[in-house]
């Protein structure tokens, strides 16, 4: 008898989700398209989340890139998360302890969607305010200190790894 495993519950940002049509950033773009890839290889391994940010800001896109956003959301059968008071309360949290201030509140109210939904990492190429040392340790001091799960935030290029290196 084989054992089932749980799946690893990645919270894609926007910017991963957008990423799928990134001219102007031509690497991220293709390593976005294999990362999308990689998940699709592995459906039974991986299970994408999204919060109702990530749809308000994809509802904000210009036409005709938010269809094709919409499109790739339906595709891989993202799960999208309810409005939630408790992490919309976590992530005014942060900004009160100085993860980042107020001014990048929907960058950590990703963080916290990911946080209080359990999830195991968060996807984002936002490495200037997200996918860092300095958020990540400030976001799992809050986390330890209000009883929640640490929190890993990556790039996908570090979930699908070096095998796919070749791909890009």
Known sequence: MQKETQKIKLYLDTSVVSHIEAPHKPMEERITHAFYRFIEERSDEYELVISPVVELEVDNCPEPKQTRLIALI???????????????DLANTY???????????????????ATVSRCDFVVSWNMKHLANPRTIVRANAVNRLKNYCSISIVTPQ???????DAEV
């Open 74 to 88: 339906e595709k891989l059968q993202f799960i999208r998360l309810p409005e939630n008071q408790e992490a919309l």
């Open 95 to 113: 900004v009160e302890y100085n993860v980042r201030t107020e001014r990048y509140i929907r960058d950590l109210t990703h963080v916290a969607y």
């Open 158 to 164: 570090i979930i699908i790894g070096e095998e796919h």
